[in-house]
Structures are given as C-alpha cells and as structure tokens.
C-alpha cells in the first residue's frame, strides 16, 4: 500500500509560479500528476519514470511546467510557472504509470487546489 500526500497549492496571480509537492510512504516507481477544474473531468498534466529517463507532458502545460523527482526522498515535484487562470483544478498526484491513462495508475493522493486569478 502507497500513500501519497500532495503540498504546495494555494491561491496566486496569473503569471506566477507554484511547485507542488507529493511525498510517498514508500518506494514507488512511475509517477504522474493530474488535475480537475471546476466542471471538469480529470485530466493527465505529466508523469516521470522512477529512473527520470521518460517524462510526458500534457499539451496544455508543455514548456510550463517540469515535473521532477527525489527518490531519496520518496518525493514528486510539480514546478508550475506561467499559471494561467485555466490551469485553476484540484490537483492529483498518482502512482504507477507514466501514460495519460487515469486507470492506469494504482494509487491516488488526496489532491492540492490551485487557484489562479487573471
């Protein structure tokens, strides 16, 4: 059994940046972020091989944010810049895959919110 538990949300400005954190009780292998705005289903924003050689981005955050990871310490990291106001959702951190496909992924955390104002 994992646990995950995400860090890092909060309330900023368009333009500004958050890095979000998910720290795991144990060892995991493949990784992966997600996120649900309001209204929205959950969608797949990026994921990384427990070795960091595969990173995949969603389309709507390539060249914005870079998703990153200790192993050392069992911890994934979201670095979030340029937020856009529709980059607001609930996020997700998810362990067991590196594809966009939720299903695939074993296990969830509890979600951190980011909210940005235009």
């Known amino acids: 059994q994992v646990q995950l538990v995400e860090s890092g949300g909060g309330l900023v400005q368009a333009g500004d940046s958050l890095r979000l954190s998910c720290a795991a009780s144990?060892?995991?292998?493949?990784m992966g972020w997600f996120r649900q705005g309001p209204g929205k289903e959950r969608e797949f924003v990026a994921a990384i091989s427990w070795t960091s050689n595969i990173k995949n981005y969603a389309d709507s955050v390539k060249g914005r944010f870079t998703i990153s990871r200790d192993n050392a310490k069992n911890t994934v990291y979201l670095q979030m810049n340029s937020l856009k106001p529709e980059d607001t959702a609930v996020y997700y951190c998810?362990?067991?895959?590196?594809?966009?496909?939720?299903?695939?992924?074993?296990?969830w955390g509890q979600g951190t919110q980011v909210t940005v104002s235009s």
């Open positions: 998810a362990s067991g895959s590196t594809s966009s496909w939720s299903r695939n992924y074993a296990y």
């Open positions: 144990g060892r995991t292998f493949n």
